[in-house]
């Protein structure tokens, strides 16, 4: 598949990209334009940059679903914006240069040096304005709505959605053509965020990997993200084991596995029992002992 636009709506595409199967969005207004996330390195960003000028010459503005390299490393190609995300900039910083060095090294360990010198290389640039709750940006003739999405498939996801053309622009809480990430994700909460934002029945889902899907396609990811919080619960609960919640997931096994083990790195171990004491070297309980007073009133003084 090599780099394509797809206009899901009037004025709205999705720029499907064949490195990572990304989906990266750009909504055009009367007087401004949004890119939605940016690519995985300071090159393809540069590339998509591009693009986008060949449908618009009008101002951007960038919005980061969250805040995993691949979407928002190409950012330096866009000059000085307006970036909104919901974590703030020094989180982004920090997170960032975990990032950037961890795959450069796993890069050069693979012997793709070419890929570690492009994601090395990459200068971040971090969000400048934050989302909290819920914001309706205005682009000139178009409002779109960058919404926090709570705790889902990271601590910092944000949604786009354009009511006008009845898209939204999901992020990674949704894949289209893979199972989703568990890695940073939250099992059980992850599905409930997912069905509030699909309660204005958008006719298209965007993803953040894979092709755009429809209102009903979206609601059957979100079901099978509310069997995997359930398998979760059950493991818990020790009603199944986890080789058989691996086996009946929705995503396949390592999906599943992989679910499990972040459920548990979030789950607080149970207390310790309090030992019990030894009777024989438990003292008798005291003995109390009340004196009793005889005495009268005279209620005629």
């Known amino acids: 598949m090599n780099d394509r636009w797809i206009e899901v709506a009037d004025r709205v595409w999705v720029r499907r990209v064949e490195r990572l199967d990304q989906s990266l969005g750009l909504v055009v207004g009367d007087d401004c334009c949004l890119v939605i996330d940016t690519g995985i390195t300071a090159e393809a960003g540069f590339a998509y940059a591009t693009a986008i000028r060949e449908l618009t010459d009008l101002p951007w503005q960038v919005a980061y679903t969250h805040d995993h390299f691949d979407h928002w490393f190409g950012t330096a190609a866009f000059g000085e914006s307006a970036v909104w995300a919901v974590g703030d900039g020094a989180h982004y910083v920090a997170f960032g240069d975990e990032q950037r060095k961890a795959w450069a090294s796993k890069f050069r ?19 400048n304005c934050r989302v909290q709750g819920a914001i309706g940006l205005n682009l000139g003739g178009r409002t779109v709505v960058l919404r926090q999405v709570g705790l889902a498939h990271s601590d910092n996801d944000m949604v786009v959605e354009v009511p006008d053309a009845g898209v939204l622009f999901a992020g990674d809480i949704l894949e289209h053509g893979a199972p989703p990430s568990y890695s940073s994700a939250y099992p059980i909460e992850w599905p409930q965020a ?16 894979g092709e755009p899907g429809d209102y009903w396609w979206a609601r059957a990811q979100a079901r099978d993200l509310a069997e995997v919080a359930r398998l979760c619960t059950e493991v818990a609960q020790g009603f199944l084991t986890e080789d058989e919640a691996a086996a009946h997931g929705p995503f396949g096994p390592d999906s599943m596995r992989e679910a499990i083990a972040r459920w548990k790195a979030l789950t607080p171990p149970a207390p310790e029992p309090a030992p019990r004491p030894d009777p024989a070297l438990t003292p008798p309980p005291p003995v109390v002992v009340y004196e009793v007073f005889d005495y009268q009133v005279d209620l005629t003084r």
């Open 109 to 127: 360990l693979d012997g793709r040096e070419e890929d570690a010198r492009r994601i090395g290389g990459t200068r971040l640039v971090p969000p």
């Open 194 to 209: 997912v069905e509030f934002l699909l309660s204005w029945k958008p006719k298209v889902v965007v993803p953040g990997h």
